[in-house]
Nanobody
């Protein structure tokens, strides 16, 4: 059973930074892409960023390009999302997720392609 646990959320002023972490259980973390998604109250869950199993390919939502960076440390079974220049519209519950398929070369944006999800960590950006 795969478990994902997010941490690092909190309250930050606009323009500030946060780094989210996603700790994964199991020995197969390094074989799967992982992604970050977010959901604000009253809105649908949306894609934020994703990284393939090796870390060699990344994808970002247009709204976060240049400000957010996704990374992973396979030796630690942990993924990260560095968020800089945060804006109030980034306020949401942030989830990490693990791909359904191993060794996907280009990480997926669609939430339906992810099989395992964490419980989320809240990010609140004040103006």
């Amino acid at each position: 059973q795969v478990q994902l646990v997010e941490s690092g959320g909190g309250l930050v002023q606009a323009g500030g930074s946060l780094r989210l972490s996603c700790a994964a259980s199991g020995r197969t973390f390094s074989s799967y892409a992982m992604g970050w998604f977010r959901q604000a109250p009253g809105k649908e869950r949306e894609f934020v960023a994703a990284i393939n199993s090796s870390g060699g390919s990344t994808m970002y939502a247009d709204s976060v390009k240049g400000r957010f960076t996704i990374a992973r440390d396979n030796a630690k079974n942990t993924g990260y999302l560095q968020m800089n220049s945060l804006k109030p519209e980034a306020t949401a519950l942030y989830y990490c997720a693990r791909d359904r398929s191993a060794y996907r070369a280009v990480p997926a944006k669609g939430p339906g392609l992810y099989a395992y999800w964490g419980q989320g960590t809240q990010v609140t950006v004040s103006s």
